[in-house]
């Protein structure tokens, strides 16, 4: 930035005439429906800080289109693209570039756009080659998303980018800087740079939310008569205990911060008042704190919700589900990733000494079995996940010391399927191919590591750039096979770095064996579970159920070409459907 655009933005703006636009970008495949929250928290938090003039520009929205943005963004004063995913990034570059160009058409030019969210984590090689994007919000923005507003009010966003926080961007020099709490540490670039958040009580989570059905309802939420009900989401609490290496959420801070009660009734109570029916509660883990857990259950029974919630295996008994069944919770949602002791140790599922480690992983497999035992048992819906193509640990003879580290195999995987389908008989099954999320270990592990063995770049870290098909080309960097067939798996599309362990035909295998074990399980009059699948790879009849819930699947040759997804369909019936919730009021 020249020193005299910078000197042209220091004109002070009354806070209440900064206009200030939040896009969120659309997911192009995905296997499960959600809101992107973080257009609705940061528009609230302004919004208490006094910046009234905040539009929310949720893309996933039917009628809304880039065209739309084009035209508020002339007279912007600060554009975010928020909540954003590294799997995004296609979409954030072409979309992001189009802004600036709208903004040079009427020389403002100097307007600051950033990007938050997971999307900036190890964002050097991107940064680099998007000159028009002025910085990157890295970290929760709840609190510095108001410092970045007053700062663009004051007119000196420029002069004080080095001291906001959570903010990192190339310099005139070419450098990359990031604002840490000791500039004189290097940082280490999976944790965040932006303070946790630790009080976000008055933070209205639904904030001006538009509800599209399409993305927000989530399928386990139904009435008796198998209505869908109206879903929304919330969270709870902030922060992970754990560190799993293949997260790219637990690695930025291990302490809890809760809702208050009042903060919880009183939004639950306002979306009761809007018609919501259900609530997806989006904690990383519910029942850590089982005291809090329960009181939470109470006041959504109480509100008169239904609702459901994660957690960890080993953070759940069979008497804390008797409580949460008996307060309306209808599902919850356990992320397995696998049964093998050896490959818990590789993804760093748990914490401790080494000794510690193994013994809680050999232990593990009983656990699983134990909880959905008695999830069964409590009536309530489960959910197994299972992540392929992980690595595992080679242990010593007697199993006291790691060795070194491989890829699982097709056998391994199949080992953990019949584990979860026959002795554990969930109500939903769902896989992700293990994919290398910046702000993980995993991915941002430099040199030899657990994961160095199924990653595309061994022992170079993976960054934002290889989901970026524009910066693969510009780098030369490694790709990973792309190929219809992996979207079977959570929301995997090209141009994303997955595990060298997988290949198309052992994804297509470990699918088919899948379905075979819960068409038998149907044939032989056992439940039927549900696999989590790409709603579009079901209109286009790759796969389908029959009216016992016994799945068919096509040939592997016939996933090879699907064509791309829809996105942001124009119809007048959705344009109507949203007009309930006030479409004529959506931009103004």
């Given amino acids: 930035m020249l020193l005299s655009q910078i000197k042209n933005q220091r004109i002070a703006t009354p806070i209440n005439c900064i206009k200030i636009i939040l896009i969120g970008e659309f997911i192009k495949h995905r296997s499960f429906n959600g809101a992107n929250k973080a257009l609705p928290v940061l528009a609230s938090s302004l919004a208490n800080a006094g910046f009234v003039q905040v539009l929310q520009f949720d893309l996933e929205r039917p009628d809304l289109n880039i065209d739309d943005v084009l035209i508020e963004v002339r007279d912007a004063d600060l554009i975010i693209f928020a909540g954003c995913l590294t799997t995004q990034w296609t979409e954030i570059d072409i979309h992001s570039h189009k802004v600036f160009g709208e903004l040079q058409k009427y020389g403002r030019e100097t307007v600051p756009i950033l990007v938050g969210g997971y999307a900036t984590k190890s964002v050097v090689d991107i940064a680099q080659i998007t000159p028009w994007i002025t910085a990157f919000c890295d970290g929760e923005g709840e609190e510095s998303i108001v410092e970045i507003a007053h700062a663009v009010a004051r007119g000196t966003f420029y002069e004080e980018m080095k001291s906001l926080p959570g903010l990192c961007f190339m310099t005139q020099d070419g450098e990359f800087y990031r604002v840490t709490s000791n500039e004189h540490k290097n940082a280490i670039f999976h944790r965040t740079i932006a303070q946790r958040v630790n009080n976000f ?187 392929l193509g992980l690595p595992k640990a080679k242990l010593n003879a007697a199993k006291t010391e790691i060795m070194g580290y491989e890829p699982t195999t097709f056998a391994d995987d199949i080992e953990a399927i019949r584990f979860g389908i026959e002795t554990c008989n969930p109500d939903y099954l769902n896989f992700n191919v293990l994919r290398f999320m910046p702000g993980s270990m995993a991915a941002d592990t430099i040199g030899d590591c657990s994961y160095s063995c199924v990653r595309p770049s061994g022992n170079q870290p993976i960054t934002a750039g290889y989901f970026l098909p524009r910066a693969v080309k510009h780098y ?79 040939p592997l040759e016939k996933f090879a070409n699907i064509p791309p997804a829809v996105v942001n369909p124009s119809s007048l019936q959705l344009r109507k459907q949203l007009s309930v919730e006030g479409f004529s009021n959506a931009i103004a």
């Fill in 476 to 554: 030369g960097y490694s790709q990973s096979q792309t190929h219809g067939v992996y979207r079977l798996c959570e929301s995997v599309s090209e141009y994303q770095p997955i595990t060298t362990a997988m290949n198309p035909q052992r994804v297509y295998d470990t699918i088919c064996y899948a379905m075979q074990l819960i068409n038998h399980k149907i044939d032989c009059g056992g439940k039927a579970t549900k696999l989590f699948i790409d709603k579009n790879l079901q209109g286009l009849g790759l796969v389908s159920q029959d009216e016992r819930g016994r799945y068919t699947i096509a």
């Fill in 201 to 387: 009580d008055d933070i209205d989570q639904n904030f001006n939310l538009i509800h599209v059905p399409q993305v927000h309802d989530m399928d386990i939420f139904k009435a008796a008569d198998g209505k869908q009900l109206k879903t929304a989401q919330l969270f709870t609490q902030r922060g992970c205990p754990w560190g799993c290496g293949f997260c790219n959420k637990s690695n930025e801070s291990n302490y809890i911060t809760r809702l208050s009660e009042a903060s919880f009734r009183r939004q639950l109570q306002q979306l009761k008042q809007r018609g919501y029916e259900a609530v997806y509660l989006d904690v990383d883990t519910f029942t850590v704190h089982d005291k809090a857990a329960k009181q939470e259950a109470e006041i959504l029974q109480e509100e008169g919700f239904v609702w459901g919630s994660n957690t960890r295996i080993d953070k759940i008994n069979y008497e804390q589900m008797r409580y949460l069944v008996e307060h309306n919770c209808v599902y919850m949602f356990f992320g397995v990733e696998h049964i093998l002791p050896e490959v818990s140790l590789a993804n760093h599922k748990f914490n401790g000494s080494i000794l510690s480690q193994i013994k809680q992983a050999f232990d593990y497999p009983a656990k699983i079995a134990r909880v959905f035992q008695d999830m069964n048992q409590a009536g309530l819906p489960s959910s197994y996940f299972l992540i």
